[in-house]
C-alpha cells in the first residue's frame, strides 16, 4: 500500500516562501516519478511540477515556472517543492501523488496515489 503524506503548508505574505515536503512508504520510492497538484475551492485540480525517478529531469506548470523548484531526496523517500516569491493566486490545497509509470508527466490520470494535502494560504 503506497501512502504519501505531505507537511509544511501554512499562512505566508505574498511574497515569501514555504518548503513543502511528501514523504512516501509502501513501495520503493526511487523507481517512480512524483508529482505536486494544487486545487484552490471552486477549481479543479491542477498540475505543479513534476520530478524524474532519479531528480535529472523535471517539468512545471507555467503558472509556477521560475518560482517553484521540485527536488527529491531518495534516501529519505521524501519529494519537496519549494515555493519562492509567492502569489496569492497560488492560496490552495496542494497534493502529492505518484503512479505506476516511468514518465514525467501532467496528466492527472497518470497519477494513482495521493496524498491528504496540505494548506497554502497567500495573504495580499
Known amino acids: 500500500q503506497v501512502l504519501l503524506v505531505e507537511s509544511g503548508g501554512g499562512l505566508v505574505q505574498a511574497g515569501g516562501s514555504l518548503r513543502l515536503s511528501c514523504e512516501a512508504s509502501?513501495?520503493?520510492?526511487?523507481?517512480?516519478?512524483m508529482g505536486w497538484f494544487r486545487q484552490a475551492p471552486g477549481k479543479e485540480r491542477e498540475f505543479v511540477a513534476a520530478?524524474?525517478?532519479?531528480?535529472?529531469?523535471?517539468l512545471y506548470a507555467d503558472s509556477v515556472k521560475g518560482r517553484f523548484t521540485i527536488s527529491r531526496d531518495n534516501s529519505k523517500n521524501t519529494v519537496y517543492l519549494q515555493m519562492n516569491s509567492l502569489k496569492p493566486e497560488d492560496t490552495a490545497v496542494y497534493y502529492c501523488?505518484?503512479?505506476?509509470?516511468?514518465?514525467?508527466?501532467?496528466?492527472?490520470?497518470?497519477?494513482?496515489?495521493w496524498g491528504p494535502g496540505t494548506q497554502v494560504t497567500v495573504s495580499s
Open positions: 509502501g513501495r520503493t520510492f526511487s523507481r517512480y516519478p
Open positions: 520530478i524524474h525517478r532519479s531528480g535529472s529531469s523535471t
Open positions: 501523488a505518484t503512479g505506476e509509470g516511468i514518465s514525467v508527466t501532467a496528466m492527472v490520470y497518470e497519477y494513482q496515489y
